[in-house]
């Protein structure tokens, strides 16, 4: 009778067990669906694609400027070659929405990266992160997107 016992003890906690596996499998792919990307920090601006046939390498347009976006808590700012621009910002799963915001007018001698900014930023929808070290804000169209690289001084 204690054998019995024993069996029907070790195939109840077989099967609790297994049932408790596929739970914590099924909310780790509900987790998985849900976690929002992180997009915080210092992203140096690689390129910016508008369309087929317009797009903007801002490293090309001035080497020696410093051009990046700074995704803070709910805002962003954006330096280019001469002007800058900044607005709100929020990520939910893979969906990021950026706000309406304000830009620098400053006039420059090559406006190209602010142009291709301006004219891209209001139709990012998508973001998706590569080894914590790339980024790409994909717009409503595949033809559409912003790549960034990590700051290398940046956290």
Sequence with gaps: MKTKSTAILAVAAILMASCAGNQQTAATADEAAEKTVCVKGQWNLENIVVNDTLSVRP????????????????????????????????????????????MTRMACPDMSTEDALVAILSSIATVSVENDSTIRLNGSSDARYILLTKAQDAE
């Design 59 to 102: 490293a090309e347009v001035d080497p020696e400027a410093s051009q990046y976006i700074t995704f803070e808590d709910s805002t962003y700012f954006v330096q280019t070659n001469c002007n800058t621009i900044f607005g709100s910002y929020s990520v939910k799963g893979d969906s990021i929405f950026i706000g309406d915001g304000g």
